[in-house]
């Protein structure tokens, strides 16, 4: 079965440290790896993703996300935090050639000043 | 613009009343979905459609119906509504390597 873990269901940081939000995931084949980000009362946004190529993919607001194949993780990073950056995190995981999206269960970061 | 547009963004009803949440989107896309978000569970698939006439059931579609007549309307109905669907409500459409999220309808039956 196709799945999605984000083992903490929170990660506090104080601004101005660095920020790894964690995901890992078990799909056959070569996955397409998504973050979606989802601030309160909003619809999830997109942040970044891997297809393919550089294992070091960026994405927006300073967001960079690293794919390891042999841990099949995706981990989220940002090398400062920001406030602002407090919100609820999503790893997704697409199946290559398929539409069907997988999520994890969300991460919430706060962002402590 | 491009964007996924849900109706109502809030709902409360009571137990039996039959409700439809309608979700459009503009950019011509053939899959679109529709997911409901609970604490500590994520997004979970509850329809999809690959194309017009085209649907099949996600991963929880019990109490819920869709229709895909037109490529960009894909609405929710929920028959007879019970206090286990008070969720949050999201329709998603998919473009060439991401999902287009609306703004979510939020669910509350009592």
């Known amino acids: 079965a196709q799945s999605v873990a984000q083992p903490e269901d929170q990660v506090n940081v104080a601004e101005g440290n660095p920020l790894t939000v964690k995901c890992t995931y078990s799909v056959s084949g070569n996955p397409y790896l998504f973050w979606y980000v989802q601030y309160p009362n909003r619809g999830l946004q997109f942040l970044l993703k891997y297809i393919t190529g550089d294992n070091l993919v960026k994405g927006s607001y300073g967001f960079e996300a690293e794919f390891n194949k042999s841990q099949t993780s995706f981990h989220l990073k940002k090398p400062s935090a920001l406030v602002s950056d407090s919100a609820l995190y999503f790893c997704a995981v697409r199946k290559y050639n398929f539409n069907k999206f997988y999520f994890g269960s969300g991460t919430k970061l706060n962002v402590k000043p | 613009e491009a964007q996924v547009t849900q109706n109502p963004r809030y709902l409360i009803t009571v137990t039996g009343k039959k409700l439809t949440v309608t979700c459009s989107q503009n950019?011509?896309?053939?899959?679109m979905s529709w997911y409901r978000q609970d604490p500590g569970l994520g997004l979970r698939q509850i329809y999809y459609s690959m194309n017009v006439e085209v649907t099949d059931k996600g991963d929880v579609p019990e109490g819920y119906k869709v229709s895909r007549k037109e490529k960009r309307n894909f609405p929710l109905i929920l028959e007879s509504p019970s206090p286990n669907q008070t969720s949050l409500y999201f329709c998603a459409s998919n473009g060439a390597d991401t999902q287009y999220f609306g703004p979510g309808t939020r669910l509350t039956v009592l």
């Open positions: 950019m011509n896309h053939e899959y």
